[in-house]
């Protein structure tokens, strides 16, 4: 694990001005400034405006040339899972329940220290592709949280309960295992305890519900008074797989949504990932208690496109924001994939037309994602006042020209290679593509040890866990 703050390279909160660029705000009018400038101070924006007018208001402001360049506000993952980049380009052609089958006893079979190494991984992906912050619900986060908090992303971490044994639900065993749930309830004392509202604000906790699935309405009932007695929000895997829609309808004689619902889960302060197999009726429950939605299209779609009812789900006024899922933190690859596999029905009128524009895709990683976390106030957009995390882009870059539509172009074409510079807190964590806050090398050839390590062991411990249908042939590299 590297420990950035031990890292000279990386800088301080700093004055900066960047001067003549064009800054694409994301404020409720989608203003889109040319030869524009941004000031930051003290972790925040000071102002923004015509490049003459600040550079004379801040003379002494260094300088950051911002020709070529585009500022977005920094990109939100609103649901993702950094460790589970052990298992990529594996399970996504595998037809069975990954989550079960292959997620979850991964997670266990890592150590501590292996756990650290791969979510580093995520990490410097994610940052990579302009992402500032991360919603990230998985399992053993004391184990882990340091090694993300160390890269200098902005974080929601949770820990994603469950009272059933979801090591045993891949052998259909759904019992109620209370020991089992308090552990969880347990290591979420733990997590928030230790991280939550620490590094000035910029390491945030959830209160997590694994899926409806894995969680009795008495571990349900414990993660309420825990959101209540800390305030925080919360989340839950919501309606992702049929395997869960039946489970549920065996155990409680619903759908996910409208246990939930029985239950007092819904509400205004839960984020629902996923909502693939929620009905029109669920729709409706969900919109009715004002859960939000955390979208994840891209990944899940290698197994057959998502299907959630996005144009019901978004006429419902339910907040939309946008996650990447497993197995890769690429925002731009949910930007593509987000934008289009809902046009499946074309001409079918389902969808109300070709939706989602590129305008509506942004605003899910961008606004929509702080709402989704309770933050709008401080992160989103760029306006004064604001935290300043920023997504700087290359507008030099082959794939964005000609540059007609900006963010149309940046949706349908950007890539990870388009990020120039990524900002949180008014810190960069990647200037001029170069990544300040991990050791990109040793990062890398460290995770693919730990990968090959780890699925050795897991199938070698588990006979009844096959090997992926691409099979593993470890490079030598
Ligand atoms: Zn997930």
Request: charged share 20%.
């Amino acid at each position: 694990m590297q420990d950035c703050g031990t890292n000279k390279q990386r800088n301080a909160a700093m004055d900066l001005l960047i001067t003549d660029t064009t800054i694409v705000t994301g404020d409720a009018q989608h203003r889109i400034l040319d030869r524009a400038a941004i000031a930051l101070r003290g972790g925040r924006i000071l102002a923004i405006g015509e490049t003459a007018a600040l550079e004379a208001a801040h003379p002494d402001m260094p300088r950051m040339p911002g020709r070529g360049l585009a500022v977005f506000p920094g990109f939100i993952n609103a649901h993702t899972h950094t460790a589970l980049t052990i298992l990529r380009a594996t399970v996504e052609d595998w037809d069975g329940n990954a989550v079960y089958g292959y997620m979850s006893p991964v997670s266990y079979e890592m150590s501590a220290e292996e756990r650290a190494v791969m979510v580093q991984l995520g990490c410097l992906e994610a940052i990579r592709s302009g992402c500032t912050t991360l919603v990230e619900p998985f399992r053993h986060v004391p184990s882990y949280g340091d090694a993300m908090v160390a890269t200098g992303l902005r974080l929601w971490l949770s820990e994603n309960a469950a009272d059933i044994n979801t090591l045993n639900i891949r052998r259909g065993d759904y019992t109620v295992d209370p020991a089992f749930g308090q552990v969880f309830l347990d290591r979420t004392v733990e997590m928030v305890e230790r991280y939550h509202n620490t590094q000035g604000g910029r390491v945030q906790c959830q209160i997590a519900a694994h899926a409806p699935d894995n969680c009795s309405p008495a571990m349900l009932r414990s993660l309420m008074e825990l959101s209540a007695k800390y305030g925080l929000t919360r989340t839950v895997h919501l309606a992702q797989s049929m395997e869960e829609v039946r489970a549920v309808r065996a155990m409680h004689d619903a759908t996910p949504a409208g246990y939930l619902a029985r239950e007092g889960f819904l509400g205004p302060d839960l984020v629902g990932a996923h909502w693939t197999f929620c009905t029109p009726e669920d729709i409706k429950l969900l919109a009715a208690h004002g859960t939000q939605m955390a979208h994840c299209p891209a990944n899940s779609s290698r197994r057959g496109p998502h299907t959630a009812l996005l144009g019901l789900i978004r006429d419902a006024g339910v907040n939309i924001a946008l996650g990447t899922d497993n197995m890769t933190e690429d925002m731009f690859h949910a930007f593509k994939l987000g934008s289009i596999i809902h046009r499946g029905g074309r001409g079918r009128a389902k969808e109300g037309g070709v939706d989602p524009q590129p305008w509506q895709v942004l605003e899910m990683a961008t606004r929509n994602g702080a709402r989704s976390v309770g933050a709008e106030a401080e992160i989103g957009s760029l306006e004064v006042g604001k935290k300043a995390d920023l997504t700087i882009l290359d507008l030099n870059t082959p794939s964005l020209r000609p540059i007609i539509n900006l963010v149309g172009s940046v949706v349908h074409y950007g890539h990870p290679g388009c990020v120039h510079s990524v900002v949180v807190d008014g810190e960069f964590l990647m200037r001029d593509r170069r990544v300040l806050t991990l050791d990109e090398d040793a990062l890398m050839a460290e995770a693919q040890r730990v990968t090959q390590r780890v699925w050795e062991r897991m199938l070698a411990k588990n006979p009844d866990i096959p090997p992926p249908p691409g099979g593993l042939r470890w490079l030598d590299i």
